[in-house]
C-alpha cells in the first residue's frame, strides 16, 4: 500500500519525483521522453506561468489535446496549485467544446496546435490565457488563430520572448491543497446527450488510484501503452495518476489507435499494460481472429466442438499475445459490456484480461478484479473503500438499481444542485442508473441502463445491451441498437459492408436485386438471432442503420439519437 501525506495530487507529485526520479515516467512511442524528476520541474515552471497570469486557486483552467506527455505536466501544473482542471474531449463537437469553455468559465486553456480550429472566431469572456500544449508557449493575447499558427510555425521569437518572461517569477507557489477541494470538473457525453460537468475532488481521484492498486499489482516495472483519451476519467485516473504513483512508465501514441498503428506501437514499447474500451478488443476478434476459426469448412467444423474449440482459442491466443509484445500481463476492459463471445475467447484463450466498471461520477472505478480472478460475464468486486448496494432488489431476481458510497463518490454537478440532489439518496449512496446484481460470491453483474429497460408484454423485464450482445455475435453485424416500436421489440443494426460487398460482387446485380437480397438477408438474420433468444425478448423487426451510430468517448452508443 502507497503511504501519502495526504489524499492530494500535490502528495502524489512529490513522492513519485523523488522516489522515481531518474526513472522515465512519460514518452511518446517515437518522441521525446520525461522522467519523474523532470516532469516534477517542468509542472513547477508551469505553474508559475499560470500564476503570473493570474490563476489562483479555484479558477477553472482547461485542456483540449490528443495524448501526449504535457498533457500530464498541464494537468499537475494547475490541480497541485489549487486550481482546477477541465479536461475536454478532442472529439467533441466544436460547439460542444465552446459551451464547455464558457460553461466552466475557464480563465485559461491549454490547447494544442491541431485543435486551434474548434476556437476560430470564438469570443470567451472570461478565457484571458491561451497556452500551446505542444511546446508550452504562451500564446499572445491578440493573435489570431492564423497567426498563432504562423508564430509556432516560424519558431517564433515573440513566443520564445513571452514564454522566458513567464517563467521569471520569483518565489515558489506552494498553496495549500487540501483534500475536499475540486481538483478536476470533467464533462461527460452520456448516451442521453445531457453533457454534465462532473466535479472530482483530490480525495476523489487519489483514493481511486490508491484502491486500483490494492486490486490490480501494479510496479514501477510496468510500461503501460495508452490508447484512450486523457480527458476521460478512465485513462485519467487509472492510466495516468496510478501508473505516476507507483512508478510505471506510461507511452503515449502520436496518431489516433488504428490498426496500423497500434501493431508496430506495441511491438516496439512492449507494454506490460493496457487500457481498453470492449470495441478495440471486439475489433480485433471479428477482424482477425474469427475468420481464421470459421473460413476453412474443416476448421469450421472442428470449432462447434468444445473440445476442440478450446484448443484452437489457445492456440490464437499465443498468437494475439505475441502481437501485442510479447509481455502483456494485464488488458483491462471497461467502459461499457464487453461482448459474450469474445470474453469466451479470452478465458479460453488464456489472454490476461480484466474487467472494471464504473462511472465518471465514481472516479470511475468502484468494482473490478485482476485477471486471475475473473468470472464470465461479471465486472468483479467493489474495490477497497467502495460500498456497493443493490436498492430495491427484485425478489425472483435479485436484481435492482446499484447504488455506491465511498470515497471516490463526485462531490456534485458543477452549477446543477439539481442533479445533484436527483443523483444521491439523503443519506449520501449515488444512483448509477444502471442494473445490476450480485451473485453468492459477491461478483457484480451489470444487467443494462435503468433508463433502457424494456417492460415486455408478459411482464417480464428486458434488457435491450443483452439483446445486442447476442446479435452483435453474428459475423455480418457491426453493432445493434434495440428498442421498442409499437409494444414489439426492433433492432437497428450497422453491418459489415466490406463483406456484403464481397458477397455481392460476385455476380452482377442491379439496385432492385440488391435491395430484395438485403431483405431476405435482414429476415434470415432475424430468424438466426430469435433462435438465441427467450421467446420475451425476440425481436419483431431489423431495420438497417447504413451510418455508424453516433458514440460516446467509451464507444457506447448515443441512445437518444436514434429512439
Known amino acids: 500500500m502507497i503511504a501519502l501525506e495526504s489524499l492530494t495530487l500535490k502528495s502524489i507529485l512529490r513522492q513519485s519525483a523523488r522516489r522515481f526520479r531518474d526513472k522515465i515516467a512519460f514518452s511518446t512511442v517515437d518522441g521525446d521522453s520525461m522522467t519523474f524528476g523532470r516532469f516534477g520541474e517542468r509542472v513547477e515552471e508551469l505553474s508559475r506561468v499560470l500564476h503570473d497570469r493570474g490563476i489562483i486557486p479555484g479558477d477553472r483552467v482547461a485542456i483540449l489535446s490528443e495524448n501526449r506527455p504535457n498533457w500530464g505536466v498541464a494537468f499537475f501544473a494547475v490541480t497541485t496549485m489549487g486550481a482546477i482542471a477541465v479536461p475536454i474531449l478532442p472529439d467533441f463537437h466544436p460547439n460542444e467544446i465552446q459551451h464547455i469553455l464558457r460553461h466552466s468559465e475557464s ?80 464533462y461527460t457525453s452520456g448516451t442521453t446527450g445531457h453533457s454534465k460537468g462532473v466535479m472530482l475532488t483530490h480525495r476523489n481521484l487519489v483514493s ?44 503515449y501514441l502520436d496518431k489516433p489507435p488504428s490498426a496500423g498503428v497500434l501493431m508496430p506501437a506495441m511491438a516496439k514499447v512492449r507494454p506490460t499494460v493496457m487500457l481498453s474500451v470492449p470495441l478495440v478488443i471486439e475489433k480485433i476478434f471479428k477482424g482477425r481472429i474469427h475468420p481464421k476459426l470459421t473460413g476453412n469448412p474443416v476448421v469450421r467444423g472442428l470449432y462447434g466442438i468444445p473440445f476442440f474449440r478450446k484448443r484452437l482459442h489457445v492456440a490464437a491466443g499465443r498468437k494475439l499475445l505475441a502481437s501485442f509484445g510479447g509481455r502483456l500481463r494485464m488488458f483491462t476492459i471497461g467502459g461499457a459490456p464487453l461482448s459474450p463471445d469474445v470474453e ?77 440532489a436527483e443523483a444521491m439518496t439523503p443519506d449520501g449512496w449515488f444512483r448509477t442508473g444502471d442494473l445490476g446484481m450480485f451473485d453468492r460470491s459477491g461478483y457484480l453483474y451489470i444487467k443494462g441502463r435503468l433508463k433502457n429497460l424494456i417492460l415486455g408484454p408478459s411482464g417480464k423485464n428486458i434488457y435491450p445491451e443483452e439483446i445486442e450482445s447476442t446479435i452483435n455475435e453474428f459475423d455480418i453485424v457491426v453493432e445493434s441498437l434495440v428498442f421498442q416500436e409499437e409494444n414489439q421489440l426492433a433492432a437497428r443494426v450497422h453491418l459489415n459492408y466490406e463483406e456484403l460487398d464481397k458477397l455481392f460482387s460476385r455476380v452482377q446485380l442491379t439496385e432492385s436485386q440488391i435491395r430484395e437480397r438485403m431483405r431476405t438477408l435482414l429476415d434470415d438474420l432475424r430468424r438466426q438471432i430469435n433462435a438465441r433468444l427467450a421467446s420475451f425478448s425476440r425481436i419483431q423487426k431489423l431495420v438497417e442503420q447504413r451510418e455508424p451510430f453516433e458514440k460516446t468517448p467509451t464507444q457506447k452508443i448515443k441512445r437518444h439519437l436514434y429512439v
Open 107 to 186: 480563465k485559461a486553456l491549454f490547447v494544442s496546435r491541431k485543435l486551434l480550429g474548434t476556437l476560430e472566431e470564438k469570443e470567451f469572456t472570461h478565457l484571458t490565457t491561451r497556452i500551446l500544449l505542444d511546446d508550452l508557449s504562451p500564446v499572445p493575447p491578440d493573435a489570431t488563430p492564423d497567426r498563432i499558427r504562423q508564430i509556432v510555425d516560424q519558431g517564433s521569437r515573440e513566443l520564445a520572448r513571452l514564454k522566458g518572461a513567464a517563467m521569471r517569477v520569483t518565489g515558489r507557489i506552494s498553496p495549500d491543497v487540501r483534500e475536499e477541494d475540486v481538483a478536476s470538473i470533467i
Open 208 to 251: 481511486d488510484a490508491l484502491a486500483t492498486s490494492v486490486l490490480v499489482d501494479v510496479t514501477e516495472e510496468d510500461t503501460f501503452l495508452s490508447i484512450l483519451p486523457l480527458s476521460h476519467s478512465y485513462e485519467c485516473t487509472l492510466g495516468m495518476i496510478a501508473p505516476f504513483m507507483l512508478g510505471s512508465t506510461v507511452f
Open 344 to 420: 469466451l475467447f479470452l478465458r479460453e484463450a488464456g489472454f490476461p484480461y480484466a474487467i472494471g466498471y464504473g462511472l465518471t461520477e465514481t472516479s470511475p472505478l468502484v468494482a473490478g478484479s485482476p485477471p486471475a480472478s475473473t468470472k464470465f460475464r461479471s465486472t468483479g468486486f467493489p474495490v477497497s473503500g467502495a460500498r456497493i448496494m443493490i436498492d430495491r432488489p427484485d425478489p425472483a431476481t435479485g436484481e435492482g438499481e446499484i447504488l455506491v458510497k465511498g470515497p471516490m463518490v463526485m462531490k456534485g454537478y458543477f452549477k446543477d444542485p439539481g442533479r445533484t
